[in-house]
């Protein structure tokens, strides 16, 4: 066979072959904007030229710091198919943390969205390895900074070649990308994704039994492009030849219902907040959302009431996935087989809460108390990963040895499997309860606790128990509508049928709201110091 | 990323642990059997085990003389998985091409079925380089047979180990399969295929714009498993936990339509004669085929006209597409873009004749008598392809410089491409009948001579002119209904308006047959021998 090696290149060249007249519809400070795949790929073009001319070299590093949108994409693929590293950056992390990372990365260009200057000019003076700022933006003239030197990016792309020849003789396991996730306790950690490793999982996403994304398809990303590449999807996009919806910033759950009923929009991505969210508008406003194939929730897990709502009340069928900023990130999506179309709905929709089954090229063990756990869905053990899309390492970072042992990703997410090979997320490692010798799920909890009609949400925590090691509390939202009406004893009762007794908190506390982190996750640290005081 | 290696093993691991209770149905001398994939993923280590005791080793090539069953799928997993390389053996070839081609390949045993058990007895002296021979047979004795050392499949297997571990840590690039091509003159060319190209090409078949194949679905390969890995359907399914239908040796229209309609097949795959005789089946027996989402035609263009009956008399979607042996096949594949949807019937099966658009992973080029030719359906040139699943080489033979040169292989094919990217099939670069400096298509003639309700087949060739240079004849099998009715005339009023005059071709001929290679391809170079006696 041919060493042919496995490129992003190979994307963006057969979006511009095949799929010229494709849309790229993008929601930008002044707009709704509308390129075509063939305008794209010469913006992109012209941009690979321009940072080429600005001393981007193979290797380096080019740092993004931006919402969903057209340039954002047209960075997604110039920097790479020219030999660099596209470096997406979380605008949402602590000023420290973005210049920690960016110095970390070594990043020698920052592309930065005009709202997000305030941040980078707060830490400019830190910043050791960059020697240009490009703000994207659709203004005629540049805003007033602080940040040297500095470029627009329309006159850049202006200037730009429109027939810069990517290219096509990298080796494979070259850089493409990089993401920080965030940790617990320190600085966040780099993951590098390759070539190859970004190639195998976008064609994952165009298996039919995974995320299916075609040409026929509309996807409108809500998962930012700077969360582990926004799962993936515009490079699938890209590649299938797939209309692309991106909603810019600030986007609300109004304008995302507004966007998916205007653009016909067939499969979206997000995390359960964002659906959340969507759901709310959906209650207060009428849309047509019948163009909808699938929503793909991923991130944290999606509580069951929230998946048989959208199912059942608007008719919008739902996906699970599971993956994280080590795995590219797609490792896991919810199915339903053949045999199984029979199944009652509530059985069905035991089975979408669930993470679903591993994709094809992936390999996976659940590691528990003593060894690999038995595929009952009752024993639980830690999730470890290997394939081609995993990570093998943190970048320059020492943590590497915690997480990565013996050629597996250890990923701190506590399964359990069913016998169909279906996992579902019950915890992280370190939230995980342990009471009296057994383990408890924060997870099975808080989706009892959301399927309750009154709670918006719910997060449960470990407080230390001197009898017991640790026991679980409650933290609940409740909707604005039902603050007055529903009660401690209420919910206790509502989910005395559903566990064994020892698994109730010990307490229920109404919190105005839950702290997260900046990708939408529950903060449960920040959780536990905020309710230490409260369960004295 | 990981650096873990592409491998046909994650493809039966993945069937065995996600997929164990889904059936692969198998015709066989002795009727219909049915294995769970748990027990065949069982009885695949079994015979890996067995080889192994009979002294395969990595490297090793073993050759398979069989239909489609399930015991051809064993050893499509049972050879590669343990490093050995399964080479599958077209059964149609002559004697003397098979003894090439096992001498060639170095086969160490050979897997027969015992219908070919006399070819094999008649070239045995010749063959240099086998150990052992194995019957796979369902009778609880062997046949008579003067092949010396010979075993039986079912004792083999029976004495195997059911858990014998498969390789994991093999190079992707080390070789899976391999199989010969007939040439026009001398002997087959061999092509190796890589576990990688050959992951990588079964990763291509479920993608939704290509052949979608997926968990839900039911695979019927008609296709032989000795032509192209039966164009890699047999991967595929065994990946994506597909129930599969093979249909044994002999089969007829009939006990394919019933095999379909018994098991609710969803995909089919075969060659045009394949489904030519199947539509002569549907137009004499009704059957419910409402379960099939798409035949898959390849191997040689299919005539619109067949497609247009399946499609709109039969209401059986039809997928046309494009590969060779050196290219594991699949290439092309007919698609209608999303902005295609509102297209008139007859431009949609314009769509559908063609070959379609490229997959991802490969680049094609298309050479004209003046560069690249332009894409606007009327050029013709010579298509070249490169990619992960296309061959580098013939194994051990001088052709290779032939067909592959600057790291492109010529087809040997000549087609057009349209705006859409779409490419079609012209004709062979060897068939193309030039006259008078330009190029008369063969298949375009013979594709408008199958739309004739009187003629079931036609082949167009070259003859000899003194003033043209070459010249068309056609080749004409008339259906047995309208043998009487039809006239030469006729025929020449129904073309006249489609072609150009010169075009037309300057004899039409009535045969009986219209001879075909093995794999089901017309014979031109014999159909030019048998003619030249009656053109002169």
Redesign the interface.
Known sequence: ????P?LLT??I??AE???P??EIVSRTESGIQRFTYKQWGERTRRLASALEKLGVREGDKVGTLAWNHHRHLEAYFAIPCSGAVLHTINIRLSPQHVSYIVNNAEDKVLLIDSDVLPLVESIKDELTTVKAFVIMTDKEKLPETTLTPVYHYEELVAEGDPSFAFRTDLDE?APAGMCYTSATTGNPKGV???H??T??HT??L????TA?????DTALPVVPMFHVNAWGLPFAAV???T?QVLPGPYFTPKILAELMQEEKVTISAGVPTIWLGLLKELEQNKYDLSSLRYLLCGGSAAPRGMIKTFEEKYNIPFRHGYGMTETSPLTNIS?T???QENLSKEEKLDLKAKQG??A??L?MKVIGKEGEVKWDGKEMGELAL???????EYFKDERTKDAFRD?W?YTGDVVTVDE??NIKIVDRTKDLIKSGGEWISSVDLENALMAHEGIFEAAVVAVPSEQWQERPVACVVLKDEMKESVTKEEIYEFLKPQFAKWWLPDEILFLNEIPKTSVGKFLKRALREEIKEKIK
């Open positions: 066979m041919m060493q042919t496995l190979q994307m060249e057969r072959k095949y799929f007249k494709k396991n590098i994704y390759s190859r490793g190639v195998l064609m994952a165009g298996l039919v039994d299916g994304v075609s040409e026929k590649w299938f030849g209309k199915t087989k053949s045999y089954i591993l094809p090229c390999e290997r394939g081609p899309w995993i990570a093998s050629g990703l169909e090979g």
